[in-house]
Structure formats: structure tokens, C-alpha cells
């Protein structure tokens, strides 16, 4: 059982060292169901961040293109609410890696 503890915390941590390719592995690899669980979910949590910013780019886009439809206080606010996203993440895995370490 502490092996999939372990297995369980490292697909959360992985996010500051291998964010995709450690919870893939681990899911493809371990047989227990919490630990694919987690595996799942810290992959998801991996991916949450990285999705905005495209997101992002598709509102910078037109306003250095000339089309002033966007004002730069938007752009601002965009900007925060992505790194929020980021910060809240990476603060979320470290929760839920701990969280998996003492609940188990």
C-alpha cells in the first residue's frame, strides 16, 4: 500500500518535473483504481493551465493586429485570471499530493 501512496503523491508533484509524462505513465502502468484515479486527475490538473494560455494569445492577437476591439485593461485582466488559474493549480497539486500521503 505505500508504494501506491507514493505512486499516488508523484502524479500530483510531477507538475513541477514530468507534468504529462508521469501521470500517463503511472495510469498506463499501476493496476489499483485510487492510484489511476489520481493519475487521471493530476493529469487533467496538468493540462487545466495549459489550455489558457492559448486562450490568452486569441485575445492578444487582434489587439496588436489593429483591431482595437480589446481594451488593454481586458488584456490585463485575461493575463491575471490565467495566472491565477496557474498558481491555483500548482497549489492544488501540492494540496492533493499531501493530502494523498497522510489520508492513505
Not at 507538475?15 to 483504481?33: E, G, H, N, S
Not at 489587439?63 to 482595437?68: C, I, K, L, R, T
Not at 488584456?75 to 497539486?93: D, R, T
Request: one cysteine or more; glycine letters at 4%; a positive charge.
Amino acid at each position: 500500500m505505500e508504494s501506491n501512496k507514493v505512486l499516488s503523491a508523484l502524479s500530483y508533484f510531477s507538475l513541477f518535473f514530468a507534468p504529462f509524462l508521469l501521470p500517463i505513465i503511472i495510469y498506463f502502468v499501476t493496476q489499483d483504481k485510487r492510484v489511476k484515479d489520481d493519475a487521471k486527475w493530476a493529469l487533467f490538473s496538468h493540462i487545466l493551465p495549459v489550455l489558457s494560455i492559448p486562450l490568452f494569445f486569441l485575445y492578444l492577437i487582434p489587439y496588436f493586429s489593429g483591431h482595437y476591439g480589446l481594451s488593454a485593461a481586458w488584456i490585463i485582466f485575461v493575463a491575471i485570471l490565467c495566472l491565477v488559474l496557474s498558481f491555483g493549480v500548482a497549489i492544488w497539486n501540492v494540496v492533493k499530493g499531501i493530502k494523498v500521503i497522510i489520508d492513505r
